[in-house]
Every structure is written in C-alpha cells, then in structure tokens.
C-alpha cells in the first residue's frame, strides 16, 4: 500500500508542476490578448487541460467511473473552494486592491449557462452516456463560445474592459510571448504524460484503502486537475477589480467547459477506445455524485444572481464545500 500511495503522490506531484506550467504560460498570453472573452475561452481551455488529460486517461483503461467522478471533483471543489479563496483574498489585504465586494453583474450569460448545463448533464445520465450525450455536450459547447463571442464584439464597441493591460502586454518584448508559449506547451505534455499514472496510482491505492475510486476520483482528482485554475485564480484576485473579474470569468466558463467539453471529451474517448456503441453506464454511486454536485453547484450561484460577491459569500461557500466532502463518506453507504 505504502508503494502505491508514494506512486500517486509522485506523479500528482507531477501533473501540479505542470499545472503551475500551464498556468503561467495561460496567463500570460492572456495579459497578450487580454479581456473576459480570453478569461471564458482560452484561459479555462488552458486551466481545463489537467482534467482532460485524466479523464481521456480514465476512458482508455475504461475506468469511467474516474473518468466523471473527476468531472464533477472538478466543479465541487472550484465552485465552493476555489471561489471562497479568490473572494477571501480579492476582498481582504491579501490583494494589492482590496474590494468591498466583486461584481459579477456582467456574468448573467454564464451563471444562467451553467445552471443549464448541470441540470442538462444531470438529466441525460440518468440512462448513462452515450454517443447522442456526446453530441448534445458538443452543441452546448459551441453555443456558449459562439454568445462568448457575441458579447466579446458587442464589448469592443463600448468601452473595452481590459483595455489598460491589453496595451501593457503588446508593449512587452517578444521574448516574453515566446517564454509564455513555451511554459504552455511544456505543461500541456506535462499534463497529457501524467495524466494516465496518475489515473492507475489512483486505481491503486483505492484498491488498498477499500474506498470507491470514485469518491477518491472525486476529492484527489481535483487537487492535480485544478491547479492551474487555483494558481491563476490566486494571482488574478491580486490584482484587484478587473483581474477578479476575468478569475470569476475562468471559473464559470471552466465549469461550463466541464459540464459540456469535458464530458463530451469523456464519450467520444470511450468510443474511440472501446467501440462506436460504447456507453457510459450510470452507477448508484456516480447518480448520487451528480446529483450532489448538481444541487451544490445551483447552491453556489445562488449569491451570484444578487450580482454581488463579498467575504461573507466566500465564507458560505468554504462551509459548503466541507459540507460536500462530508458527503463523500456518507454516499458510498446509500
């Protein structure tokens, strides 16, 4: 058990290294190109690699339970965790300019999305997923760009929000672009070689503690996904107003991402694996995981639709997330 468990934290060692890779380089070429289009868009495409990696790793070796239950760690630990440490730091001297609060008034496309999208990919996996799930996720993927883009052109005609820090990045020398894409190439293998161990250390040691991989999928999966969205997230709240602005855009477009891309990503790599009629089967366990994370990630945005974030909601949201790991040990005996 001792040589699993060193084999798991070596290579989440791994894939964090990486992730902290990957994040530095997203950032900034996001500064390059700046604006809450490149926070929805490239930056969580970037943040969301790690969890890709996982799950197409998971769906090779046709461990689909890893595979979700990754999905849905993801979305549990951002929306409750990752969020509550941006605000705390974004509205307390942790951060160059402190906030009362955040504004997440211009986010109504997002939080409306997500709500759709967790509630859509909690409904289809009632019959489990499969190549028509598939599509559906592709779909809800492409609409969102598509508004993302939209309302990208319709905020360049107004005043851009970004428009400081977009001019400071085209001033930098191109050295400093280069070094951004290499660290974003560096940890994108980093992430794709790790991924796939990870997953059997995971395997593993699940086997030896007699947990479901599912639950440890859940909570450990996260940690290692979810780095490079908690570094950015952490430097972003630093910067004050806009730079938490574009983090609670990474985090709401990332989790859209997990909720369409990721498992779409899921589908079509257990069907190029194992067969064009592969399906992901629904589980007791994986239905009552989803069902949790569903009712947690509506619980969370419930303070976003009231447009304002301050530290109270980012307490509310650390004790929701504590509430949603003490739920790990209770379902498994549902």
Known sequence: MADNILFLLGWLGELIFASWLLSDGAEHLAERWGGRFVGRTLL??????????????????????????????????????????????????????????????????DKIFLVITAVVGAMLFIDGYDITDGIIFTSLFAVYLAFAFREMKKEKKMVPLEKDLHAEAHAKPKKHFARSMILFIAGTIG??????????????????LGVSVVVLA??????????????????????????????????????????????????????SYRGFTTKIPNTPLLENQMILVTVITIVALVPMFKNKLGLKSGVMLLVLYVAGIGMQFVLPTL
């Open 44 to 109: 969580s495409i970037a943040t969301t690699l790690p969890e890709i990696g996982i799950v197409v790793a998971a769906a090779k070796d046709g461990s689909y339970g890893t595979a979700i239950g990754s999905a849905l760690g993801s979305n549990l630990f951002m929306m409750t965790f990752g969020l509550a440490i941006m605000l705390i730091i974004a509205t307390t001297r942790l951060s160059k300019a402190p906030q009362k609060f955040v504004d997440v008034k211009e986010f109504g496309l």
């Open 191 to 208: 992430i794709f070689v790790g991924a796939e161990p990870f997953v059997h250390a995971l395997e593993g040691v699940s086997v030896d």
């Open 218 to 271: 859940v909570i450990v999966s996260p940690i290692a996904g979810e780095m490079p969205e908690k570094i950015s997230m952490i430097l972003l709240a630093r910067k004050g107003a806009n730079g938490a602005s574009i983090a609670v855009a990474n985090v709401l477009g990332s989790k859209i991402l997990n909720n369409t891309l990721l498992l779409s990503v899921a589908v079509f790599a257990a069907m």
